[in-house]
């Protein structure tokens, strides 16, 4: 069992239990910061305080989920970095691929994933779906109100089940996140295979691709790749780039690659 971050104890404190009940006004309420949704000018938020007291503004224009995030990141800033305000442009906040793992704005972000998807409730949650797919992430995405991107890295990093997630654009990977039962020597190639129906999303018009099963060394360098197979999934998150799900039928795969 993994210890609890800031972010849980606080919504432990308050006796969270349900996604329903994390209301972010009113848990920023609870640590001295009001939220005001307004136009803002070249940012998506921003949180100014003083002493005990905060003001945190969202961008009024911003999609709702997006909304909660920001809320989410602003009072990450509240809880590590206060004393200090920040404005946070659209780059700044969920942005995987941007600054070093201590980066503030990196640390904001990682208090809003565990704010709104609390890994003690989480969990819970996703233990009751019984497939590794897009359909149960946007599931639990649509439960949580938080983006498909937010809940599938969640997913893939802490659900019950070994995956990989791979983002790709039309330059190549940006990003991947691991489950800890797949070992670290899968390494997921920098380009594109021909041969995945990812493809088709990446620089064609498809919006998603069923989950289907291809060979492992569309996926890994790995020496043995291709003596297995993995299951596939994609969605497309944003014009020419796509979130990929790989997920194991069976472990064989995974253990012969720890064990080598
Ligand atoms: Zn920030």
Redesign the pocket.
């Known amino acids: 069992m993994t210890s609890l971050s800031r972010a849980e104890k606080l919504l432990q404190s308050l006796g969270i239990t349900e996604p329903s009940e994390i209301d972010l006004e009113a848990i920023a309420w609870d640590q001295g910061a009001e939220v005001r949704y307004r136009e803002l000018d070249g940012c998506e938020a921003r949180i100014i305080g003083a002493g005990e007291k905060a003001i945190i503004s969202i961008n009024s224009e911003g999609h709702d989920r997006r909304q909660r995030f920001s809320i989410g990141?602003e009072l990450g800033?509240w809880c590590y970095h206060r004393g200090r305000s920040?404005i946070?442009r659209k780059e700044?906040?969920g942005n995987s691929t941007y600054g070093h793992f201590n980066d503030?704005?990196r640390v904001?972000d990682r208090y809003a994933a565990d704010l709104l998807l609390p890994l003690y409730i989480f969990r819970l949650i996703t233990n009751q779906y019984n497939k590794p797919t897009f359909d149960t992430i946007i599931s639990v995405a649509d439960l949580f109100k938080v983006s498909r991107t937010a809940t599938a890295i969640r997913y893939a990093m802490y659900g019950p089940f070994p995956c990989m997630l791979v983002c790709h654009d039309q330059n190549g990977r940006k990003w991947f996140r691991r489950h800890p039962d797949v070992p670290d020597r899968l390494f997921p190639n920098d380009v594109l295979d021909h041969e995945s129906e990812a493809f088709e999303v990446v620089f064609g018009d498809k919006e998603k691709t069923h989950r289907s099963i291809i060979g492992g060394d569309a996926w890994f360098n790995w020496h043995c790749a291709d003596r297995y197979d993995v299951h596939e999934e994609t969605i497309r998150i944003s014009q020419g780039q796509a979130l990929t799900l790989l997920t194991w039928k069976n472990e064989d795969m995974l253990e012969r690659a720890m064990a080598s």
Request: proline share 11%.
């Open positions: 990141h800033h920040f946070c700044d906040i503030p704005e904001a």
